[in-house]
T-cell receptor, first 110, second 117 residues
């Protein structure tokens, strides 16, 4: 079974609003990564946060990591219609194993 | 640099037939992953290679699935015989993978969409 779970499973917002997605994982990690997948396409890496980091920013993306709760969140600010996609968190352990959650399907309405 | 190449892009087979997928990772990447992604779900790790050795294959249904990575470069994933529930997208990914590169992302191919009828 998958390592992580994501919440919510689906999210619908208006353009310009912020979108927050949450992820939980089960075992110890080296880092936590977020990926994006457009319908019918491969996964594209968005951002990586190491286990000793608590927050990281990249453009309109902000990711947080709470290792005590084994959870992470991804915030997309000022969303655009082009942000419509599925978003997945993936945890990487010491053995380089990369395990994905179930994903959040984000729809941004123009 | 060239990305991860996968072929074929699409495959339709009848149940009980066999099928093979091919992956060419990014040059120099030691780690190669195969994932199965069923529609509406997240990718499920089937097998992870480090060079030509298997690191983890705990979720690979070994009675019907097999994978190899000869010479630590290209990899093939085979299903024999296929079942209806094997219908999914099969994704290959690679990453540098050495001890000095734990904090790197994985690069994904476009996947092979398999339909078993």
């Amino acid at each position: 079974s998958q390592q992580g779970e994501e919440d919510p499973q689906a999210l619908s917002i208006q353009e310009g609003e912020n979108a927050t997605m949450n992820c939980s994982y089960k075992t110890s990690i080296n880092n936590l990564q977020w990926y994006r997948q457009n319908s019918g396409r491969g996964l594209v890496h968005l951002i990586l946060i190491r286990s000793n980091e608590r927050e990281k920013h990249s453009g309109r993306l902000r990711v947080t990591l709470d290792t005590s709760k084994k959870s992470s969140s991804l915030l997309i600010t000022a969303s655009r219609a082009a942000d419509t996609a599925s978003y997945f968190c993936a945890s990487k352990n010491a053995g380089n194993m990369l395990t994905f959650g179930g994903g959040t399907r984000l729809m941004v309405k123009p | 640099e060239a990305g991860v190449a996968q072929s074929p892009r699409y495959k339709i087979i009848e149940k009980r037939q066999s099928v093979a997928f091919w992956c060419n990772p990014i040059s120099g990447h030691a780690t190669l992953y195969w994932y199965q992604q069923i529609l509406g779900q997240g990718p499920k790790l089937l097998i992870q290679f480090q060079n030509n050795g298997v690191v983890d294959d705990s979720q690979l249904p070994k009675d019907r699935f097999s994978a190899e990575r000869l010479k630590g470069v290209d990899s093939t994933l085979k299903i024999q015989p296929a079942k209806l529930e094997d219908s999914a997208v099969y994704l290959c990914a690679s990453s540098p993978g050495s001890l000095g590169h734990l904090h790197t992302e994985a690069f994904f191919g476009q996947g092979t969409r398999l339909t078993v009828v």
